[in-house]
């Protein structure tokens, strides 16, 4: 081969690399800058979200405390004329938590999966056991428990619902989520507390073996409990009726 046809060959080669190099070079941009814009996208999405939580949380935030300003307010007689105003106030006890109910259940439904949210609820779950309706406490309570899974206040919206079924006649059911929690030793709930609530309630359901069988628990798994000497007394109690 000649060397000016070498040479040229070279040439031709060292112009398709330069070729080829440029177009890699121009993908590389394009799909660097298309890493960017998702980059910028997704950030700008991020900020967003991060903007709205937090706008959400104040609103419920807000919803809560106006709830809990009524729940903490004064009950007694209106202020004398002439002296100051003293906040807000309520006659009875029963209309101070009728109003704070009402309060607790619009800051839980606008804004339900909210932290503030889930705590609105679980207190309008507690004040309408207070007030007499197991049935209203029982969705509440529910409520809670779907939002806050298996956390300390999904937990104690369970111990809430079971006291609320057995209050409702629903023995079954509240002897069942009893006895589901009672067998969490490792769980945030005292389980002594818990056995002597479902020891009772199998006295409500009229299981009086049942109940003497799980008071005998308590005593024996928990001689230095609070709840000991009550367990105690209920099993005396229990012995003599027999």
Partial sequence: MKRTERQHLKENELQTFARQA?????????????????IVAVGAVAIAF?????????????????AMAVQDARVGPPPAPGAPSGGLYFPTERERAQAALTKFKIAADAY???????????????????????????????QVIAKAGDSVYGQ???????????????FDQAINT??????????????????????????QAGKRADAQQTFNRLVEEYPESAFAGDARKEIETLKKAA
């Fill in 22 to 38: 440029r177009e890699a070079i121009d993908a590389k941009k394009r799909e660097t800058t298309a890493l960017i814009a998702i």
């Fill in 50 to 66: 991060i903007a709205w939580r937090e706008h959400v949380n104040s609103k419920a935030h807000a919803l809560l405390a106006g």
């Fill in 178 to 203: 009893f006895k589901e929690l009672a067998q969490r030793k490792d769980g945030p709930l005292p389980v002594d507390g818990i056995l002597m609530q479902l020891g009772r309630t199998y006295l």
């Fill in 112 to 142: 339900p999966s909210s932290d503030a949210g889930i705590f609105a609820r679980y207190q309008q779950a507690a004040l309408s056991l207070t007030l007499g309706t197991p049935q209203g406490a029982i969705e509440a309570y529910q």
């Fill in 156 to 170: 104690t919206a369970r111990l809430g619902l079971a006291e609320a079924q057995a209050r409702a006649g629903q």
